[in-house]
């Protein structure tokens, strides 16, 4: 791939004609005129994705109660067959990948599972800029152990509450602190943290450790069994593109197959003596045995068609193609943005960014409302930062170039004034 960029149009073109991934743009459904660069929020839907539900509809249709039995049992295990799909994105063994309910919930499940205060170890540190929603179920699960989160839940700080200096991390990381809950890239700046090195530390501190992969799952290329953290989550609906509410995922460190989950369900007890409905809980000693209820099916089937495109592209080829993507992104707004007031807010070296580029501006919110009026899909968050998602499955090199023309005639016409200030509900 060309490594030298150009600010001519006929250069994206070029870029395109050298892309491996390129063909895939066209087994997703994207509407004539749009440029998508909200991958990092929902991915699109795919021809693959929509015919992994429509089998499973079909099944049902066909065979009522029996869709958990038929194919050798394939919806009744569904959660272990995604799981094996996955094992190539996040590099963990099969049986330490769960795929079930939402992050949040599994959140709350593995530090109800791992979180077992004593009086002198009972902390759990995390950072303030991270997703709110693991602040929120950390808390609440400190709360249900009896703790004051204002004592229990170490908060490191951001720099100017954007990104995270992991020496800090690795400063605070105490005698008390029990656990250690950080994402892994970072969902305004895209910064991506070094998880091995603040792993390694916590480990040698005695201290147990998780992340959240839900802005790195089907971008970085994850390898947990050498990470050897001692849990994960993520969420499949973003760059996996499982779908809205798709299924999220865990990951239990084998070593610790022996715990009992801290939220246990039926759906956790072992396959072969689920259906005995005895009333002793008899764990499933693998990450399977975290789940709690009925499999979603209808949530999880479409990541099977979306999971099984990843294997084909490659995970490689995708965060080679991403970086690419986003640095020749980052390459126009610099040559053609800033004189408008933009600035990047991302991590310019590639292995401390992310699959999105942070663009900064004071007017972000009404620039973000004037390119959707212009069929530019972005989002944006408060206070001035628009998030743009070129993916490598389906987004061209021209589309970016045709972004960053829009947005030049959205500054040169000032059509965001048009807009109102007010926040809509979903932004
Ligand atoms: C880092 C992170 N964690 C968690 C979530 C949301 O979790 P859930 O799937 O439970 O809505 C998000 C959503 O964007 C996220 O960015």
Redesign the pocket.
């Known amino acids: 791939m060309e490594e030298k960029f150009q600010v001519g149009p006929d250069f994206p073109k070029l870029l395109d004609n050298n892309d491996p991934l390129g063909h895939f743009k066209q087994r997703f459904y994207i509407r004539e005129g749009v440029i998508y660069m909200c991958g990092n929020?929902l991915g699109l839907a795919s021809k693959d994705a929509e015919e992994g539900l429509l089998n499973a509809i079909e099944k049902w249709k066909e065979e009522g109660v029996k869709i958990w039995t038929v194919d050798d049992s394939k919806y009744y295990l569904y959660s272990s067959y995604l799981a094996r799909l996955l094992v190539p994105i996040v590099g963990a063994d099969e049986d330490e990948i769960a795929v079930t309910n939402?992050?949040?919930?599994n959140i709350h499940q593995v530090i109800s599972t791992f979180y077992k205060p004593t009086s002198t170890k009972y902390k759990i540190l995390v950072d303030d800029i991270?997703?709110p929603?693991?602040r929120y179920a950390i808390e609440s699960q400190v709360r249900l152990k009896g703790y004051d989160p204002k004592d229990a839940v170490k908060v490191v700080e951001s720099i100017n509450g954007k990104f995270l200096n992991e020496d800090d991390v690795i400063d605070a990381m105490s005698p008390d602190v029990a656990i250690v809950f950080l994402?892994a890239v970072y969902?305004r700046t895209a910064q991506v943290v070094d998880m091995e090195k603040v792993t390694n530390a916590a480990k040698e501190r005695d201290i147990l450790i998780g992340w959240?992969l839900?802005?790195a799952v089907g971008v970085l290329e994850l390898d947990l069994k050498k990470l050897d953290s001692d849990f994960a989550v993520w969420?499949n609906y973003k760059y996996l593109n499982g779908g809205p509410g798709s299924a999220?995922a865990l990951y239990i460190n084998r070593k610790h197959f022996n715990l009992l989950p801290g939220m246990a369900g039926w759906f956790g007890n072992k396959s072969e003596t689920q259906f005995l409905l005895r009333q002793e809980f008899d764990h499933q000693k693998d990450a399977g045995g975290w789940q709690i209820g009925t499999p979603n099916i209808f949530s999880m089937a479409p990541l099977e068609g979306a999971l099984k495109m990843f294997k084909e592209a490659g995970i490689s080829n995708i965060r080679k193609k991403s970086l690419h993507i986003t640095k020749y992104l980052m390459y126009l707004i610099e040559a053609k943005l800033t004189k408008y007031g933009f600035t990047i807010g991302s991590y310019k070296e590639d292995s401390k960014r992310g699959g999105h580029v942070c663009l900064q501006h004071d007017e972000g919110y009404r620039i973000s409302l004037a390119l959707k009026d212009r069929k530019v899909v972005s989002d944006f968050r408060d206070p001035n930062v628009i998030r743009v998602t070129p993916t490598a499955l389906y987004t061209s090199y021209s589309d970016v170039y045709e972004m960053v023309d829009i947005l030049i005639d959205v500054m040169e016409k000032q059509s965001y004034l048009n807009f109102s200030l007010k926040l809509n509900l979903v932004v």
Request: charged residues 10%.
């Open positions: 929020s939402t992050t949040t919930t991270n997703f929603t693991d994402p969902y959240d839900c802005h969420c999220a």
